[in-house]
């Protein structure tokens, strides 16, 4: 394991198997969310995403200055509700709700078990939903953690506005994301220093290889730049970077009051 990196959620482990889905010769599709990713989906998470737990602590911290008694937390792509569950934890001053929504619902069973494993039920609910027709007003926050990639990107920025619409004044949107950088050699070197993350999490060099192939059509970064300038244009006036590592990138924009 790479030295300081460490996914230590209380809520990311549990009933997890070890994900091998690419331990295969071939790839015969493109990647779905389906039953069998949902099985390995926390290992997945915690071996894929570096500095997974980091960034919601922050997240959290963000929460608690940004919101006020009472506010609603949406989480758009709440998969398993590792990232949600883990908030309600670390944010628990302000009374807040949070709600997880996704649209497969094999990850929402699991999330809801995972819920009622830690009794959270009062405070942590899920939505079967297509987060591109989200319509809960007058939102506290809304999460987009490693979920906005796999929006069609035609989409996005329709999307984002539809998310600032449903904010109340004040409200964050906090987006972390996969990023691209349009420096040919830095963009180079941060997907090696990725892929020696994956590989010091176990991944062998077939299994990280098949999955950027079945990932290919699916997961479409955008640059940094790209993402805070289609926030901007969407109306959220602050827009700062509060996370990053390498091609790994956290963002929050406010709107304003
Ligand atoms: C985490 N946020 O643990 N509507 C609803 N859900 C969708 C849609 C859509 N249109 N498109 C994709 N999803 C999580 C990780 S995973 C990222 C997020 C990853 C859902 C999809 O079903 C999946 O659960 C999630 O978005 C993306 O922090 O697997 O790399």
């Given at each position: 394991m790479v030295a300081g990196i460490q996914n230590n959620s209380q809520y990311d482990m549990s009933h997890s198997n070890k994900d091998?889905?690419?331990?295969?010769?071939?790839?015969?599709?493109d990647f779905v969310f389906s039953e069998r990713v949902v099985e390995v989906f926390d290992d997945m998470i915690d071996r894929s995403i570096p500095f997974y737990a980091q960034v919601i602590e922050s997240s959290a911290q963000l929460l608690d200055r940004f919101l006020a008694e009472g506010d609603s937390v949406y989480d758009l792509?709440?998969?398993?509700?590792s990232s949600l569950l883990e908030l309600s934890r670390l944010a628990q001053t302000k009374n807040l709700k949070f709600i997880g929504i996704d649209n497969s619902q094999p990850m929402l069973d699991k999330a809801k078990l995972k819920t009622e494993l830690f009794s959270k039920q009062d405070q942590v609910s899920f939505y079967l939903e297509d987060i591109t027709e989200f319509k809960h007003k007058e939102a506290g926050a809304i999460i987009l953690n490693y979920t906005?990639?796999?929006?069609r990107p035609l989409l996005r920025e329709e999307f984002l506005k539809l998310l600032f619409k449903n904010l109340r004044p004040g409200g964050i949107v906090l987006i972390s994301e996969k990023v691209i950088s349009h420096d040919r050699r830095l963009n180079r070197a941060y997907i090696d220093i990725y892929h020696q993350f994956k590989k010091s999490r176990g991944y062998s060099e077939l299994e990280i290889a098949k999955k950027r192939e079945a990932l290919e059509n699916v997961l479409i970064p955008f640059s940094v730049e790209e993402n805070k300038a289609m926030l901007r244009e969407s109306g959220f006036t602050s827009v700062e970077t509060y996370f990053q590592w390498f091609n790994f990138s956290s963002t929050i924009a406010i709107k304003p009051v």
């Open positions: 091998t889905l690419f331990n295969i010769s071939r790839v015969e599709e792509g709440c998969s398993t509700g906005l990639q796999f929006i």
